[in-house]
């Protein structure tokens, strides 16, 4: 999204050149929301990108945030010192780092787990990181379709900030029905119980006077309350001489290239080879190990 926007024109109409600014804007704040340390971090311990595309200076930060996670799980000086110097040799391709990952044939975890080496702290902390996963894609939707429910396809007064809370005690309540309404449970099958959920929270958007149609779509800003006015207030990322991704202090965003990442060609090398070869080629990579 950082390089779409980067790439939009800047020297054209007012309309447009307002437009880039307010994406600038917006993705600026959004970006200060996040914990982007961490994530690059991820990104650079997967074995598919490697930081691809960071600037050096970000290494640093990378760096500095693992061994304070290392720290935080209890790692002590000497493995941390250990750990920067196998981040050091990841980074610049030295053994055990130095053999290719391949996507058909391989996941983070196995890649991972095939770099053999005593006190191995960078691995055990790269498959900590990497098992972190989401919740399921169903759940994300169940959630969109219940703010669905609340808009019901049209413009109102409900800022994001109550939708977000309605959203949050439709989950619990959900979650928590036997606990939270005593009724639960007794006569109705789940189903029956989620279906009369639905149309209670369809009721409330018809009903509520807290909603109202709005036809002048026309005189919109497609950006308004997107961000908070008091953030928008003593947001000093952006004037008319300063309209820079933030990201883009740390992530080469001209020289990025998404096709070459997630479609990087691999060399499988010679089809014609000796298996006695490759046997003794891998037995002497592990005595050095």
């Known amino acids: 999204m950082a390089i779409s926007i980067k790439a939009l024109p800047t020297e054209t109409s007012e309309e447009l050149k307002e437009f880039r600014?307010?994406?600038?804007?917006?993705?600026?704040?959004r970006w200060k929301q996040f914990d982007f340390e961490l994530y690059l971090l991820a990104y650079f311990l997967h074995p598919k990108y490697?930081?691809?595309?960071?600037?050096?200076?970000?290494?640093?930060?990378?760096?500095?945030?693992?061994?304070?996670?290392?720290?935080?799980?209890?790692?002590?000086?000497?493995?941390?010192?250990?750990?920067?110097?196998?981040?050091?040799?990841?980074?610049?391709?030295?053994?055990p780092y130095n053999?290719?990952?391949?996507?058909?044939?391989?996941?983070?975890?196995?890649?991972?787990?095939g770099c053999k080496q005593s006190n191995h702290y960078l691995q055990e902390l790269a498959l900590y990181i990497l098992s972190i996963v989401p919740h399921s894609s169903a759940s994300c939707e169940r959630v969109f379709s219940i703010l669905n429910w609340f808009t019901q396809k049209r413009r109102?007064?409900?800022k994001v900030e109550k939708v977000s809370n309605m959203?949050?005690?439709?989950?619990?309540?959900i979650s928590n029905a036997q606990q939270e309404l005593n009724y639960a449970g007794k006569n109705l099958s789940e189903d029956a119980f989620n279906q009369i959920m639905q149309d209670y929270a369809k009721s409330l958007t018809l009903d509520s006077d807290m909603f109202e149609i709005n036809n002048d779509n026309d005189d919109d800003d497609p950006f308004e309350n997107l961000i908070p006015e008091e953030e928008e207030e003593n947001n000093d990322q952006l004037n008319e001489d300063d309209s820079n991704l933030l990201v883009g202090n740390l992530?080469?965003?001209?020289?990025?290239?998404?096709?070459?990442?997630?479609?990087?060609?691999?060399?499988?090398?010679?089809?014609?080879?000796?298996?006695d070869?490759?046997?003794?080629?891998?037995?002497?990579?592990?005595?050095?190990?």
């Open 167 to 173: 959203a949050r005690l439709h989950s619990f309540y």
């Open 277 to 289: 070869d490759i046997l003794a080629n891998v037995n002497r990579l592990n005595s050095k190990i």
């Open 50 to 95: 490697r930081g691809k595309g960071l600037i050096p200076e970000t290494y640093q930060i990378i760096q500095k945030k693992a061994l304070t996670l290392w720290q935080k799980i209890g790692g002590s000086s000497n493995s941390a010192l250990a750990l920067a110097i196998q981040m050091n040799d990841y980074d610049n391709y030295k053994s």
């Open 99 to 113: 053999f290719p990952y391949i996507d058909e044939l391989q996941t983070f975890s196995s890649w991972w787990l």
């Open 21 to 29: 600014q307010k994406c600038i804007q917006f993705y600026n704040y």
């Open 251 to 275: 992530i080469k965003l001209n020289n990025v290239n998404r096709e070459d990442i997630e479609l990087e060609e691999v060399d499988h090398g010679d089809l014609e080879f000796s298996v």
């Open 156 to 158: 109102s007064r409900l």
